[in-house]
């Protein structure tokens, strides 16, 4: 007779950096795991994002701990993959202020939790950012983080999958909407489009800005904050820019094939929203972050708009992760959060072991689903319209 596998059956709803991630480390440590994604790998917002890996500014200690130890994870992979020494980068970010404002504060904090930060002077920015033209620089400075840097979700995800299928690991592209099978209150499987059943000991909700909608139907509320958001990708550019730039009217990262991506928050919220759900974005937004980006790099060269990527950009209502169990259904996992790019390594680790070991993670004890109704309960004494129920 045949010993029965011990392995878990996890099937992981979405093709993104936390699903990609949580399913190649799974793999990883043994699980039987299937991947299942509406449409093509990294077609969402992994695939838009201006992916600049960072624990800059001002954070809760919990929240910084999480994304140190992320940003750790990508020097491993670095180390550990010199082919991916292409797609992802750590040659700093320089960031500085707007008119009226000033950064020193955030400098002193960042200081004071240890995190690499440089002060830097306008006379100085050529020695540490030779890509920036320093008259766009703030009067007062810029902000150098040497840690930080950027990666090329699309190819870090390939890289992942192509891993986790070596080792056994099964994907369903182009499924459609897939559902969590939820019978008798847990999580049994995963249903696609097409009504296929795909049974499963444990369930991963890992598709961005879908997953407040889709906890909502199986009755789990999540605050959302996701707005919708675009980045520009330029065609090819002659200058050689190497620093992550977060500046005052816009922010711009290299790619792998000599291109910048390019978002900015006052651009986003130009954007349209259809009653169909169709996102427009105005062209006066799209050349304004081009000659934005023009005036902050060294030679002002003349950028053109390549493609436009519109979506989604998934922020939970406290802005904080949402990584664990889902309380009430059994055998379902949630990863909806902002930052997904810096995340990603780590958060799909920690979920894995999670899962794999049911030991629950303390690095992820502040970031449950639980919070929320906590956070409703304490809203509802306050206002008094909860009162406890009086043990007897």
Same mark, same amino acid.
């Given at each position: 007779?045949?010993?029965?596998?011990?392995?878990?059956?996890?099937?992981?709803?979405?093709?993104?950096?936390?699903?990609?991630?949580?399913?190649?480390?799974?793999?990883?440590?043994?699980?039987d795991?299937?991947?299942?994604?509406?449409?093509?790998?990294?077609?969402?917002?992994?695939?838009?994002?201006? =992916?600049?890996l960072?624990?800059?500014?001002?954070? +809760?200690?919990?929240?910084?701990?999480?994304?140190l130890? =992320?940003?750790d994870?990508?020097?491993?992979?670095?180390?550990?993959?010199?082919?991916?020494?292409?797609?992802?980068?750590?040659?700093?970010?320089? &960031?500085?202020?707007? @008119?009226?404002?000033s950064?020193?504060?955030?400098?002193?904090?960042?200081?004071?939790?240890?995190y690499?930060?440089?002060?830097?002077?306008?006379?100085?920015v050529?020695?540490? =950012?030779?890509?920036?033209?320093?008259?766009s620089?703030?009067?007062?400075?810029?902000?150098?983080?040497?840690?930080?840097?950027?990666?090329?979700?699309?190819?870090?995800?390939a890289?992942?999958?192509?891993?986790?299928?070596?080792?056994?690991?099964?994907?369903? @592209?182009?499924?459609?909407?897939?559902?969590? *099978?939820?019978v *008798?209150?847990?999580?049994?499987g995963?249903?696609?489009?097409?009504?296929?059943?795909?049974?499963? *000991?444990?369930v991963?909700?890992?598709?961005?800005?879908?997953v407040?909608?889709?906890?909502?139907?199986?009755?789990?509320t999540?605050?959302?904050?996701t707005?919708?958001?675009?980045?520009?990708f330029?065609e090819?550019? *002659?200058?050689?820019?190497?620093?992550?730039?977060?500046?005052?009217?816009?922010?711009?990262?290299?790619t792998?094939?000599?291109?910048l991506?390019?978002?900015?928050?006052?651009? @986003?919220?130009s954007?349209?929203?259809?009653d169909?759900?169709?996102?427009?974005?105005p062209?006066e937004?799209?050349?304004?972050?081009?000659?934005?980006?023009s &005036?902050?790099?060294?030679?002002?060269?003349?950028?053109?708009?390549?493609?436009?990527?519109?979506?989604? &950009?998934?922020?939970?209502g406290?802005?904080?992760p949402?990584a664990?169990?889902?309380?009430?259904?059994?055998?379902?996992y949630?990863l909806?959060?902002?930052?997904g790019?810096?995340?990603?390594?780590?958060?799909?680790?920690?979920?894995?072991?999670?899962?794999? +070991?049911?030991?629950?993670?303390?690095v992820?004890? +502040?970031?449950?689903?639980?919070?929320?109704?906590?956070?409703?309960?304490?809203?509802?004494?306050a206002?008094g319209?909860?009162?406890?129920v009086?043990? &007897?």
């Amino acid at each position: 007779m045949s010993t029965p596998s011990l392995r878990p059956r996890v099937v992981v709803i979405g093709g993104g950096i936390l699903g990609a991630s949580t399913y190649a480390h799974l793999a990883r440590g043994g699980a039987d795991v299937t991947l299942v994604t509406a449409g093509s790998l990294a077609d969402g917002a992994s695939g838009r994002s201006i =992916a600049w890996l960072n624990s800059s500014g001002d954070r +809760t200690p919990e929240y910084h701990y999480l994304r140190l130890i =992320a940003l750790d994870r990508y020097r491993t992979w670095r180390e550990q993959h010199p082919d991916s020494q292409g797609y992802l980068r750590f040659d700093g970010a320089l &960031k500085w202020a707007g @008119e009226g404002e000033s950064f020193r504060d955030t400098f002193a904090f960042e200081r004071a939790n240890g995190y690499d930060s440089i002060w830097v002077e306008r006379d100085e920015v050529a020695r540490f =950012a030779p890509d920036v033209d320093p008259a766009s620089v703030a009067g007062e400075g810029a902000i150098f983080n040497a840690g930080e840097g950027w990666v090329s979700l699309p190819d870090l995800i390939a890289a992942l999958i192509a891993e986790a299928v070596a080792d056994g690991a099964t994907v369903v @592209e182009h499924a459609g909407q897939a559902r969590v *099978d939820v019978v *008798d209150g847990a999580a049994a499987g995963v249903i696609l489009a097409d009504g296929t059943r795909l049974a499963a *000991d444990q369930v991963v909700l890992a598709t961005g800005p879908a997953v407040p909608a889709q906890l909502a139907a199986l009755g789990v509320t999540v605050p959302d904050a996701t707005p919708t958001a675009f980045v520009v990708f330029t065609e090819p550019v *002659d200058a050689a820019v190497t620093t992550v730039l977060n500046t005052p009217r816009v922010a711009v990262r290299p790619t792998p094939d000599g291109r910048l991506v390019l978002d900015a928050d006052w651009a @986003e919220q130009s954007t349209s929203v259809a009653d169909d759900g169709t996102i427009t974005v105005p062209e006066e937004s799209v050349a304004g972050l081009l000659e934005e980006a023009s &005036k902050v790099l060294a030679g002002h060269p003349t950028l053109t708009a390549a493609r436009v990527g519109a979506g989604l &950009k998934p922020i939970p209502g406290d802005g904080e992760p949402v990584a664990g169990p889902v309380p009430s259904i059994p055998g379902l996992y949630a990863l909806f959060t902002h930052s997904g790019a810096t995340l990603g390594l780590a958060l799909g680790e920690l979920a894995a072991e999670e899962i794999l +070991t049911g030991a629950p993670s303390p690095v992820l004890a +502040t970031f449950r689903l639980d919070r929320f109704a906590a956070d409703a309960q304490d809203d509802a004494v306050a206002t008094g319209a909860w009162k406890p129920v009086l043990q &007897k």
